[in-house]
């Protein structure tokens, strides 16, 4: 590409060799990381080459939440040798490409980054990975059985918070440069544009959920010690998964871990790692006290927070509609019945469209 | 020349001493042994072994006293039964078994104790360094693009016994509520997408709610102990804290193992038995609705051989004369088999890469009906056993293997093989060979298998005459 | 050092310059910030709250127990009950600590001029009102009535014993002590809080309160002063426990409502909480 490309203006077509080739480009030179099968999951993970790229995803298990803010994090090193303390920060990771990225988990980015950076303090080891990472967005060619992104205000095409995005049209791929993030990227590594390739008509990815009531803010609080709390919290396991497949749940623990002992000298690391507020001993305190021992009141936070709290707190709501939650939830707890319960709408029941086998 | 680093746990009455009548009697030892000085060959708990073995140790030796010389009457006993469960789970997850032994010393023992060691530490720096502890920055795993397992789309299929069986299960549930014998029934419903999900039912007008399918794939007995905890105690004459539950055959082996650990009583729980022909595959949801004849079969439908609950009230069907509904076939593309007949490192190598991938949800662990430790062991604040990292690419390994092996251990002779674990799992971690593995080797070791009858694991009881010491 | 280039989870280093029994597994730290941490600390109010990092097992908050008008150490009471306060309880004189803060939000001390303080204090929960009592006792004529209402489950949990004496002694101000089991020795109220600040009965009039200790006993001495009492909600502050991990705002492990309680509080008024204070039971 021998021009600048700017942001904002018209898109350009490019064939899917090229892609592969700036692919193979960026992953010589730095961190790219892209939807990965491995062992029949299909995960954000480093990848040596384009070839190692997954094509066919709607969406990953994981969001892209963990780049940015990883399981577990080396916040410091403590050396202490004798009675001399030594705290090192860990340093940052160099700079990186996030590859294949869905609108829902860019989103996401957005309430991480009202909490993060937005917010004083700013943390700085989420703010580093947020400044050395480039989003290249993948539009998705449809809408999943339980995404609900455009009730939460995205759509699978959304190129909104990536900094390039590009849409398959067939054989080809429509490339619009967001920021001057991305526009620099390219400007590092040039796209080759094989001439005349022909923009086909563009057809918007087909949404098939119909968008879903969304209840007003206010009456969440009108419906706190609603019964239905408990009622929908009596088949919750209390197990982390829908909150570690969320891009927006962030809760994490600090604690230190011995590295290695010898003698009196001795090295520690601080780490933080993810947690739960699903998980039964995430408010007990030392005494022993614990104020959210109902599993229905830690379910009722969680989604409290996503809706009303963390919008209270920081703006934007914790919750992109990306439906990860309900597809791995053990005992099928459905956050879309939970906004439509809050919105005082009845679910439309789809069992009436079952063809065999209602009885 | 490579030197092993082992730690050996001594009995202090006795191969403790056993060392010390060595010394005396200046017989050779080698250097390699770190001694730990326990109260009894009972106290070397699992958690410790595989602690060890974390840390760096290349052998672990545990020495306690003769069966029938016991300090403590039978703390060899458990000794005598867990570590050899545990040497062939640590030796399912890749160490060479010849790293972990158990044997007896006695306090005048001294020339056996010295033969021992010297054995012992002969076998292991024949086996070379270890190969356990992960160390994150050398951690490289073999990423492999696995054939899909085969599954198939959320179906809802139904054939007249089906039918006939949800009329039957909700007519029991309504007369149940409405006489008062139970205070709740926990059974099946659908949601509103047509996915089938535990509920729970407290009114006879809600019965219609309750389903019978081949998508029924929870095990429902998990609720039990909590719901029977959370509802108003019976004795004040006016409510009954009895609940009733919908059980499969394999969910109801779990009440068996339930009971045999005083979980609940018996006249705590109404069991409604459901004749089962079979749970489909983990359903991938795609929003549509399919007509499929014939659903894909989880694996451990394929290898069920009880189609009848072993415990109920009521039996809803019956399915006894009914043949398993298939047998050998496997809908893995590898099997139990296949990977015991690999190589330790092969092994080692399978784990770690499958390990790696766990986000520690404890999804497993929340979704096991016998999981049911107040405060889980891995994961209190104050833990030694292990770390709360978790991440990928090697950060905490080590922590997880030690999580996951830890509670297939728990699990030994008590997991009925309802893979809910693996089932919950977002990952799409194989747990449920681990403990498979186990249920075969307590059935080898002890003629065990889990729920079959009201008796709890070989593993917390005490030798019995035809329990030999391996 | 720019504050952007501050890491707020970076804790500075303290020494451990003296360590005094207070009761039964509670100590009192005071500690000496190194290396130009105490400029952190300059002008930290009551009621602020700092975490103390017990080095290999990780950090805990605590409320400051100290002022900064009665020098420049910072004093901790940790009552043993976790494993980072068991880690702290190991520490000797000399031995570093990490200390980051100060967190959190503060008494109004400005706006309680001129008014009479109720200063209800739990068990450890007195911790944080020590820096409360020792303000007003060093502005004397600043404040109104001082009534301090001091309780724990046995003697031996009651803290800041060796100063009631300086307490007693001010001008305008009483001390009521109350325990739940008595010892041989004890000559003071038996009985519950509650029961003390009924016998004791404070006037709502240009008055307020400042709680700390179990949430159970913030509950139940907030309904007493609102419904038997005739204080108003808003009368009555409290200073809040919760489990937190980063005390910025940033972990959400120490919510109550839509509040956290690290940075929107540690101070509340029961107005503030007292609809949310029920999930915090």
Redesign the interface.
Known sequence: MSSRMIPGTTPTVISKNSLIQWLDQIASQMRLIAP??????I?Y??VGNAAEITWDYTRP??SIK?VFF???EV??T?E?IG???N?R?TSPEGEQVLFGVRPCDAHGLQALDA??IA?Q????YYMRRRENTTLVGLACPEM???CFCTTMGGAPDDPRHMDLMLHAIEDVYLLEVVTEKGAFLLERYPLVIEPGIQPNTYIRPEI??ERLAYPALDSWPEQFNQLYWE?IA??C?????C???CPTC?????????QSEQGDN?V?E????????A???????????N??AAKG?RLR?RF??KY??FP??YGPAACTGCGRCI??C???V?IT?ILHFMAGIA?????A??????? | MYEPKIIAFLCTWCSYTGADTAGIARLKSPANLRTVRVPCSGRVSPELIMRTFDQGADGVLVLGCHIGECHYDSGNHRTAKRLPVLKTLLTFAGLEEERLRLDWVSASEGEHFSRIVTDFVDTVRALGPVRWRVDRREFNPS???????QSSPHA???NAT??QQ??QLRQTAQELLDSGQVACVIGYE???????????VYHPEDTSRL?W?QDCT?NLT??LNH?LHQLPQAGDGQTNNRVAVVVKACDSRAIHVQLAEKSYTRDQVYIIGMACQGIQEKAR?????H?QQEPVLQQRCIQCTDRNPVISDILIGDLKKEAPISTGLSNRSLTLTQLEAKTPSERMDFWL??FD?C?????C???CPMCDCP?CLY?R?DSLWV???????G??LNEKRTFHLGRAYHLAGRCIGCD?CE??C???IPISYLNQMLSQEMERSYNHRAGVTIIPTPLVTILSGEEGVQ | MTN????????C?GRVVSLKELGNEIKLFSVELLNGGSQNFLDYQPGQFAFL?A??????PFGIASTTERGYMLDFAVQR??S??TGLHELGD???I?VRGPLGNCFPMESFKGKNLIVLGGGIGGAPLRPVIQTVLDHRQDYGDLTILWAARHPSLLVFTDEYDEWRSAPDTQLHLTVDNPDDRWDHHTGLITDLLERVSPSPENAVTITCG??IMIHFVNKLLVEKLGFASDQNYVTL???M??G??????C?L??K?VCVDGPVFTMQEVGGLLE???
Request: glycine share 10%.
């Open positions: 990965r099968d491995i062992d029949g999951n995960l993970r480093q298990v994981l963990d990883p399981p577990t916040l410091f403590i202490k009675n001399e303390v705290i920060e909490l993060f917010t303090p700013i943390d700085p999943g059985a339980t098939t959920t009622e009596e088949r396991l209390s197990c982390r998964a909150a570690y497949v962030r809760c994490f623990d600090v604690r230190d871990e011995i001795k520690y601080r780490i933080r790692c993810w947690d739960s507020c998980g039964e001993a995430y408010r007990r305190i030392a005494g022993g006290h104020p959210r009141e936070n409290y927070c009303y709290y209270q707190q597809d791995v053990p005992a099928g459905d019945e679910m439309v029941e789809k069992q469209q079952v063809e065999v086998g209602r009885i | 990423y492999q693009r696995a054939p899909a397992l809802s299929f139904s089906l039918e949800t009329l659908q949601d509103w997408r047509g996915r089938t999900r535990p509920t729970f389903v399918n929870h998990g609720y719901k949801y795609d929003g549509k609705v007509t890469s499958q991938r986000i520690r949800c404890y999804a662990r929340q979704a405060t994961e604040d770390g709360a990292a978790h991440g990928w690419d950060v905490g809910e089932r919950a977002p990952m799409g | 952007d280039s501050l890491n707020p989870m970076e804790p280093l990092s080095f290999g097992i990780g950090e805990a009950l976790g980072v306060t000399g031995d570093i990490g179990p949430p426990e919760a489990r991990h980063c910025v705002g940033k972990c959400g492990r919510n409502g839509d956290l999930s915090f039971l």
